[in-house]
């Protein structure tokens, strides 16, 4: 190692100067009762918090709003189709009629009494039901029926008869036959009234689809 210039020429100098670096240099003495403090380990940081679990197990999830579906458009052009309206569960039903007199009657009778009849029939289960109400009639009635298959002004053998008893009123119900149902829908049917005045029929009335 070089000798600094100023060393060479200043002898003095020098030599106080390495008394220095001696003395710097020299170890403390920190007497025997010096206790050093232990060294500690670092220690190493905490692990991140978790999200706590319920204690069932279950842990929640946040819920996804769900997402409109959308609708399907009518081409350009058209419009919308109408809505639906609800079946009527009383249209397939057919309503039938007819008013008693005694000139219906073959042959005619000259009673002054009168009737009308009003039915409803279900094609779907061939069910006839039927209100009737009479007025006038010469006295208690005896037998009431439908006859048929006939026109006006024919006569027919009974096809239904009405059973008793008879007030001022009447309703009743049957399930008819195929071939029955058929002549009735085509207005051969016929109602007849029975007295004891009467027996052939006091009043008479062909029953007609209402249209």
């Known amino acids: ?95 039938l009629t007819t008013r008693l007199d005694g000139a219906s009657v073959m042959p005619p009778t000259r009673s002054a009494g009168s009737a009308q009849l009003d039915a409803v029939y279900d094609p779907a289960t061939r069910l006839l039901r039927w209100k009737t109400r009479w007025s006038g009639l010469s006295g208690a009635i005896t037998g009431a029926q439908f006859h048929g298959p006939a026109d006006a002004g024919q006569n027919a053998p009974a096809v239904l008869a009405w059973p008793a008893p008879f007030g001022a009123s009447y309703e009743g119900r049957a399930t008819l036959g195929a071939a029955q149902a058929s002549d009735l829908l085509a207005g051969r049917w016929y109602v007849s009234v029975y007295t004891a005045a009467y027996p052939l029929g006091e009043l008479r009335g062909q029953v007609r689809v209402v249209p």
Do not use: E, F, K
């Not at 190692?1 to 710097?24: K, Q, T, Y």
């Open 1 to 95: 190692m070089s000798v600094p210039h100023w060393c060479r020429s200043h002898p003095a100098l020098a030599g106080l100067a390495a008394a220095c670096l001696l003395s710097a240099c020299a170890s403390v003495d920190l007497g025997r009762r010096y206790d050093p403090p232990p060294i500690r380990a670092p220690q190493p940081l905490p692990p991140a918090q978790l999200p706590s679990v319920p204690s069932n197990g279950v842990q929640t999830q946040p819920v996804t709003p769900a997402q409109p579906v959308p609708q399907p458009l009518p081409p350009a052009g058209q419009s919308a189709p109408p809505p639906v309206a609800p079946a009527d569960p009383g249209a397939h039903l057919v309503t």
